[in-house]
């Protein structure tokens, strides 16, 4: 088991799913009087988490 912690990924592969999933919680908080129908919303939240996971990205290379 140490190995595999010393061997830890970046952290950014790491991180990006549960970013991912905050990001579509936080459209779902925001949508929610519509019942988290907005679809161009939660595409915009995905795009917006995408485009920041790529800027840290090019900052940690």
């Given amino acids: 088991m140490r190995?595999?912690?010393?061997?830890?990924?970046?952290?950014?592969?790491?991180?990006?799913?549960?970013?991912?999933?905050?990001c579509l919680l936080t459209t779902c908080k925001n949508t929610d009087s519509q019942g988290c129908v907005s679809i161009q919303f939660t595409l915009y939240y995905l795009w917006g988490c995408w485009y920041f996971l790529n800027r840290q990205n090019k900052k940690q290379n």
């Fill in 3 to 22: 190995k595999e912690k010393s061997r830890s990924p970046p952290k950014l592969s790491n991180g990006r799913l549960p970013l991912i999933l905050a």
